[in-house]
């Protein structure tokens, strides 16, 4: 709640309604604003900037930051204002400022194409020069962006630096990675990175964004081999996670990328939440429609993956679930290769949602997603080697019902943190040498090469043995990463398909590894709960796992929902949540060999607030997609039938050869070539004798 008071010089202390012919006739002049946020009440000196026809659309620029926001019809008229910045935030219009201040922003050094298109996102900073940097290794490698270590010479300290992919002539692109700038200046807390500035110049075409630097991100550390969290290590880290959520939900923002590799760490245990790359603001009072096509798959939750489009802080504690759960299995706990698949592993372990939740919810893509039978919950089955507390909270944090899962706050006040072991002093945790996600990608790229140096070696001692068997069967399954032996220390046969959820504790490998388990009991759960898939780790970074179909920079073709499509699950793939689609992209036509069921998906109306997602969708491709739900039943643990990219059979090059005729006819054809070939040959013979030139073609 907050009001606005009066104007400055003429009415100070006076109340005063904010009606449109009140503002209109203070029309740049200056106000007495108060706005109270959250705890926080906040005082600014504010300036009416304009009025569009009787449309009212006023804008109120902070005097002091020359912020600005705009003012919605239904707060016209009211002296109290909630949340103004909210109604800034949520408008792409917004990042401008007024020329003026555009041009002391480029005097100041900024470059024109980004004070133009987001001033707000600059607005009060100076830019730094690349000089005054030293730059060190790569240490992170993201779809949009690619993140270094470097020396701030000036300070004296290492920051890393997030080189940002976006096309500064599209002021779209520009507006999207402001926004990332922007809602990290309005965060202010430990557990939430903290943006030190921007390094630009007037002629720059790029910008980097000046981080603190983070030696590890749960991602890398879980990859580890050898690393091993303890019950109070848990729960620290869930603690910190949960207290960085809080704050940005109670300052209106929803992160909507909450994944292990967004979780970084530093030497001194502390937990910071990253990548507000996907971040949006919300107001949970005022809903408007925003993209269903966020999070990172693996966390993503199922009304998201039911085309939602109105949603709130719940999409943020689904992921921190996933992240609960995985912190004690050692490896993620819902890792489909599909959209489709996704909604599967979700409604094995978490149940199907009820006749209630379809009826109230009314999703989008509930007709085509529902599945043919009821799946029982199972999650204190799947997590019962685990002290009851954190299976509880578990169970609250992947409810259904987004409703159900509560809020960052009470998940913090819940019996996990309140019982024994107590989450411990993030200074008392063990250090580690620089783990990042980077680190195991690398480590995976590498054994991966050995393997094929290996394999190589290996196929050409037993080469001409297999050429000498014909009917021979070639298997090469592309879908298995030689990954998941790092990370889970098995499947050295890469022909293997079955998912074995191995516990952590009998098998010394990386991940998260917190208690000893009382039987084996639970592996045989895994393998039944989660279909006997093998499992990839989805990221951001580009198409390491072969057969995902990644266009380039690793961006996933993304054909959102918005739009009147038809959807195909073969090519409803999603591991990345997709920020912008390159044209390169669109070309890309998917060839899919799986059965087809078509189905016309409604566009929903898109909020003006939300212009920015909405256009972002727009300029992707809309092409038909097809879905067909009940395969991921009958696939059986075979990833033939999950063609993540939509390419299908034919491109995973799965050859099952084989006698294709009955030995009887064989032998009659066998005679038949022989026989041809003795005659061509006396024909040839004869040809010669006389002089005249063999023609193949003669018969
Ligand atoms: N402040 C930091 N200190 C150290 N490392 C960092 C920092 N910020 C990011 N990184 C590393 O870079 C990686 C990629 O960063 P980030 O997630 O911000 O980029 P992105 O392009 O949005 O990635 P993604 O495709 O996963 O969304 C992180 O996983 C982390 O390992």
């Known amino acids: 709640m907050g009001c606005i008071c009066s104007k400055t010089s003429a009415v100070e202390d006076s109340?005063?309604?904010?009606?449109?012919?009140?503002?209109?006739?203070?029309?740049?002049?200056?106000l007495r604003v108060s706005r109270l946020n959250s705890s926080k009440r906040n005082e600014g000196i504010w300036e009416t900037d304009k009025l569009v026809g009787n449309d009212v659309k006023i804008s109120l620029i902070d005097k002091k930051t020359n912020g600005s926001f705009q003012l919605r019809d239904d707060q016209v008229g009211n002296k109290e204002i909630e949340k103004p910045e909210l109604a800034v935030l949520n408008n792409p219009g917004l990042g401008k400022v007024p020329k003026a201040v555009e041009g002391e922003q480029v005097a100041a050094g900024w470059p024109s194409w980004l004070s133009s298109v987001a001033g707000e996102a600059i607005n009060g900073w100076i830019p730094r020069s690349a000089n005054t940097f030293e730059r060190l290794n790569r240490i992170g490698q993201g779809t949009y962006s690619t993140v270094y270590k470097a020396r701030d010479v000036t300070h004296q300290k290492i920051v890393a630096l997030k080189r940002v992919r976006f096309d500064n002539l599209d002021p779209e692109s520009v507006k999207f990675m402001a926004r990332e700038i922007l809602l990290l200046r309005r965060l202010d807390h430990p557990n939430i990175i903290k943006l030190e500035g921007l390094i630009t110049s007037q002629t720059s075409h790029s910008l980097?964004?000046?981080?603190?630097?983070?030696?590890?991100?749960?991602?890398?550390?879980?990859?580890?081999?050898?690393?091993?969290?303890?019950?109070?290590?848990?729960?620290?880290?869930?603690?910190?996670?949960?207290?960085?959520?809080?704050?940005?939900?109670?300052?209106?923002?929803?992160?909507?990328?909450?994944?292990g590799s967004n979780l970084l760490i530093d030497n001194n245990g502390i937990l910071k939440i990253a990548d507000f790359g996907l971040a949006s603001f919300f107001d949970p009072d005022h809903s408007v429609p925003l993209t269903s096509r966020v999070v990172t798959l693996w966390y993503r939750p199922p009304e998201l993956l039911l085309g939602a489009t109105h949603y709130g802080v719940a999409v943020d504690l689904w992921s921190s679930g996933c992240i609960l759960g995985e912190l004690y299995t050692g490896r993620p706990i819902l890792p489909g290769k599909t959209e489709v698949e996704q909604l599967h592993r979700i409604f094995k372990l978490c149940g199907s949602p009820s006749e209630d939740y379809w009826l109230k919810e009314r999703l989008p893509h509930a007709a085509v997603f529902r599945p043919p039978h009821r799946y029982r919950r199972s999650i204190t089955e799947t997590f019962k080697e685990y002290p009851s507390v954190s299976v509880r909270l578990i169970e609250t944090l992947l409810s259904i019902d987004p409703a159900q899962r509560g809020t960052a706050a009470s998940a913090l006040k819940s019996e996990f943190f309140t019982t024994e072991p107590f989450a411990c002093d993030p200074s008392s945790l063990p250090k580690y040498p620089p783990s990042k996600e980077i680190d195991s990608k690398l480590r995976d790229e590498e054994t991966r090469r050995q393997g094929a140096i290996g394999g190589r070696e290996q196929k050409a001692r037993s080469g001409a043995r297999k050429e000498k068997e014909p009917g021979m069967t070639i298997l090469s399954n592309p879908y298995v990463d030689p990954r998941m032996s790092t990370r889970q220390g098995q499947h050295s046969n890469s022909n293997s398909q079955s998912e074995v959820f191995h516990h952590p504790h009998r098998e010394p490998v990386s991940g998260f590894l917190v208690y000893p388990p009382q039987n084996q009991s639970h592996v045989k759960d895994m393998e039944n709960n989660f279909g006997g898939h093998i499992y990839k780790r989805p990221s951001h970074s580009g198409p390491l796992v072969p057969g995902i179909q990644l266009s380039r920079g690793g961006k996933e073709v993304d054909e959102g929902p918005l739009g009147s499509n038809r959807i195909n699950l073969s090519k409803l793939s999603g591991l990345v949540s997709s920020r912008t689609t390159s044209s390169e992209d669109r070309e890309k036509k998917p060839v899919s060999l799986l059965p087809r069921k078509t189905i016309e998906v409604k566009k929903p109306v898109e909020s003006t607030n939300n212009v920015l997602e909405s256009r972002?969708?727009?300029?992707?491709?809309?092409?038909?997609?097809?879905?067909?739900?009940?395969?991921?039943?009958?696939?059986?643990?075979?990833?033939?039938?999950?063609?993540?990219?939509?390419?299908?059979?034919?491109?995973?090059?799965?050859?099952?050869?084989?006698?294709?005729?009955?030995?009887?006819?064989?032998?009659?054809?066998?005679?038949?070539?022989?026989?041809?070939?003795?005659?061509?040959?006396?024909?040839?013979?004869?040809?010669?004798?006389?002089?005249?030139?063999?023609?193949?073609?003669?018969?």
């Open 15 to 30: 109340r005063e309604d904010l009606t449109k012919k009140s503002l209109s006739s203070q029309r740049g002049s200056e």
């Open 208 to 259: 980097y964004l000046i981080f603190e630097y983070m030696e590890h991100d749960l991602s890398g550390l879980a990859s580890r081999p050898g690393i091993k969290f303890s019950e109070p290590q848990v729960k620290c880290y869930m603690q910190q996670l949960l207290s960085g959520l809080d704050h940005c939900h109670s300052r209106g923002v929803l992160h909507r990328d909450i994944k």
């Open 616 to 699: 972002r969708h727009d300029k992707k491709r809309h092409s038909p997609r097809i879905l067909d739900f009940n395969q991921i039943d009958n696939a059986r643990g075979s990833t033939q039938e999950l063609t993540p990219g939509g390419r299908g059979y034919m491109e995973n090059k799965i050859y099952l050869s084989g006698p294709l005729l009955a030995s009887s006819n064989m032998d009659q054809m066998l005679k038949e070539h022989d026989r041809k070939i003795q005659e061509f040959s006396r024909r040839a013979r004869i040809d010669k004798s006389r002089g005249g030139k063999f023609r193949a073609h003669r018969k």
